[in-house]
């Protein structure tokens, strides 16, 4: 599949590519994520470090997502902290897309008690959840 298929002009890739938070525990992953991704290296803007520490650099690249995936530390709190730091990237229609929903205790309860009150339209499979914005959250 091109990305040009889904009409994506920017992905935006946030990681630490430490194997943070994950349970086989550190290690360098920057040279798999490049091989994996080449295919889209021109649409891809890799951007390193924790999530809620490169946000301001986020800023300065854009002021707006048309999608955001959250599939990094999938602890309550880690949740938690990706969707307060980057729900104000988000508008009406904007789409917003938790992995890992089918186990992660964090996710599930993110997603109820401080996503779905902001959805108009949701959807789901086993272990991913998406919801469109009915407006600014
Ligand atoms: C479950 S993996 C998913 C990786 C990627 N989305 C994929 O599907 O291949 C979680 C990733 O989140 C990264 N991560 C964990 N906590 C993070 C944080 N606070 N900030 C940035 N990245 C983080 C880890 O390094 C790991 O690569």
């Known amino acids: 599949m091109a990305t040009k298929d889904f ?7 946030i990681d630490t590519w430490n194997n943070d938070a994950m349970t086989e525990g550190n290690r360098d992953t920057w040279k798999e994520f490049c091989e994996n991704t080449e295919d889209f290296r021109q649409f891809i803007t890799p951007v390193r470090g924790f999530s809620t520490l490169v946000l301001e650099q986020i800023r300065s690249i854009t002021s707006e997502l048309d999608l955001l995936l959250i599939d990094g530390d999938h602890s309550y709190e880690g949740v938690k902290a990706d969707w307060e730091a980057y729900k104000a990237l988000l508008r009406e229609g904007s789409t917003v897309v938790f992995h890992d929903i089918g186990w992660a205790e964090g996710v ?30």
Do not use: T, Y
Request: hydrophobic fraction near 40%.
């Open 7 to 13: 009409g994506a002009k920017r992905i935006i890739c």
């Open 108 to 137: 599930k309860r993110v997603v109820q008690e401080d996503v779905e009150p902001f959805v108009r339209e949701s959807g789901r499979l086993p272990n991913m959840w998406w919801g469109v914005l009915a407006h600014n959250p």
